[in-house]
């Protein structure tokens, strides 16, 4: 049947997916159709706005099939109470499913983590995501359904990363985020990634070319092991300095930049005190930050003062939800004019 699809290329697909399925617009039990480079994949409806990838196509699909569930959900047989408090998200990270369940259904999370693994194509292993915690930034994991360990790869934005969700820090939720930035390095500039997980941002920009230099910086001495592998995968054409060490210690012998990420959303104000004299005059740094709903003015204010003065918000954006009342956010902050 004719209907509606999103045509991206092939390494795109993946976080295509994800951000259609949060948006309610993927169509599950359709087949997706494959062209050279290319995928479709179909929608329920036309998007609004577009996605920030592909282009919107109509193309003669096969019918859905008959016995797909349109969620998880549909897959469990809970009272309406328990069944209300089933979470509509999940992350996805290579094979490995990610979900965040409320402590009303303890008793039924091996049910859940095995309707997952039923649901979502190529799933290996499911397990309930207890949050991040420490300095090193570690995710503490329950296994729920299915067998093996917590590392695998994960393709976003044509690339392919080797990632352990438990031992260093990777969020799948931030890919879009990943090639937003790297698109806005300008030739020649020194880029710094601080408190850089794995180092996605990072390798996106080094991949790219443009960029004169990239350093990344971790305290997890895991993340940076993960980070050179990947360097050795990818064989970017920047190469990445990779330190493992604190990053107030790094800022105290560090040169200056022209561009620095700071993915810390519960803990970057403190670095940047440190982090402001090592910015170029026209620097950007690309802050992410929680901000709750009912804060008219965002997290934008104390973030630029903790800077020092000449500093100001150039622009901000919704990355993902964090909570009822609450998202994740990423600003651009600069110094000085164009």
């Not at 290319?38 to 592909?54: D, H, K, N, R, S």
Request: contains cysteine; proline residues 9%; hydrophobic residues 40%.
């Amino acid at each position: 049947m004719t209907r509606l699809g999103l045509r991206v290329a092939e390494g795109d697909a993946e976080s295509a997916r994800r951000e259609l399925r949060a948006r309610g617009l993927l169509e599950l039990g359709v087949p997706w159709i494959r062209e050279p480079g290319f995928v479709v994949i179909p929608l329920t409806t036309a998007p609004t706005p577009a996605p920030g990838v592909g282009k919107l196509v109509e193309r003669e699909f096969a019918p859905a099939e008959k016995a797909a569930a349109h969620s998880y959900r549909e897959l469990l047989e809970l009272s309406p109470e328990l069944a209300e408090k089933l979470p509509r998200s999940f992350d996805v990270v290579g094979d490995v499913v990610l979900v965040r369940l409320p402590p009303e259904l303890a008793e039924h999370a091996s049910a859940v983590g095995r309707a997952l693994l039923a649901f979502v194509p190529g799933a290996r292993v499911v397990a309930a995501d207890h949050g991040v915690h420490g300095v090193e930034r570690r995710r503490m994991l329950e296994p729920l359904a299915g067998e093996g360990g917590f590392r695998t790869l994960h393709r976003e934005n044509g690339l392919e990363f080797e990632v352990d969700v438990e031992a260093a820090y990777f969020s799948p939720r931030l890919g879009r985020e990943h090639a937003r930035v790297s698109e806005q390095v300008r030739p020649g500039e020194r880029v710094l990634d601080l408190c850089c997980g794995i180092g996605p941002f990072a390798l996106t920009i080094a991949c790219r070319g443009r960029a004169a230099s990239v350093a990344a910086v971790d305290v997890n001495p895991a993340a940076i092991e993960l980070l050179r592998a990947n360097a050795a995968r990818l064989r970017p054409t920047v190469p990445v300095e990779s330190v493992v060490g604190d990053a107030e210690q790094f800022l105290r012998q560090a040169g200056t930049y022209d561009r620095a990420i700071l993915n810390l959303p519960h803990d970057g104000l403190r670095f940047l005190p440190s982090l402001g004299p090592h910015l170029s005059p026209r620097g950007r740094l690309h802050l992410y930050a929680i901000s709750e709903r009912s804060d008219p003015e965002g997290p934008g204010a104390p973030l630029v003062a903790a800077l020092g003065p000449g500093w100001s918000v150039e622009e901000s954006h919704v990355v993902h939800p964090y909570s009822p009342g609450a998202d994740v956010v990423g600003l651009t902050i600069c110094q000085g004019g164009e």
